[in-house]
Nanobody
């Protein structure tokens, strides 16, 4: 099985930056899709960014391009989410997710999920 553990969430001022980490353990060699999602109170969980380890290509929610960057190590065990110019509307629980095959950035295409890390942005 696969376990995902997120870290790095905290309170940050609007305009600030934050980097989240997600460490995968277990049977990680078969993971070819890893991504970040977020869920704000009262809202549905939405896609943030994903990486296809087969190609190295990254994908983003269109509205977050330019502010958020997903990256990871070549052993497919850790991914990061660099978030810049944070806004109050970026506040949410951020989840890491993974799947054996990369299909899309949609949450429905991810099997394994972490417990999430809270990001709070003060105005």
């Amino acid at each position: 099985q696969v376990q995902l553990v997120e870290s790095g969430g905290r309170l940050v001022q609007a305009g600030g930056s934050l980097r989240l980490s997600c460490a995968a353990s277990g049977v990680t060699f078969k993971l070819y899709a890893m991504g970040w999602f977020r869920q704000a109170p009262g809202k549905e969980r939405e896609s943030v960014a994903a990486i296809n380890w087969s190609t190295g290509r990254t994908y983003y929610q269109e509205s977050l391009k330019g502010r958020f960057t997903i990256s990871g190590d070549k052993h497919q065990t850790t991914i990061y989410l660099q978030m810049n110019s944070l806004k109050p509307e970026d506040a949410a629980i951020y989840y890491c997710a993974a799947n054996e095959i990369f299909r899309s950035i949609r949450r429905e295409d991810y099997t394994y999920w972490g417990q999430g890390t809270q990001v709070t942005v003060s105005s």
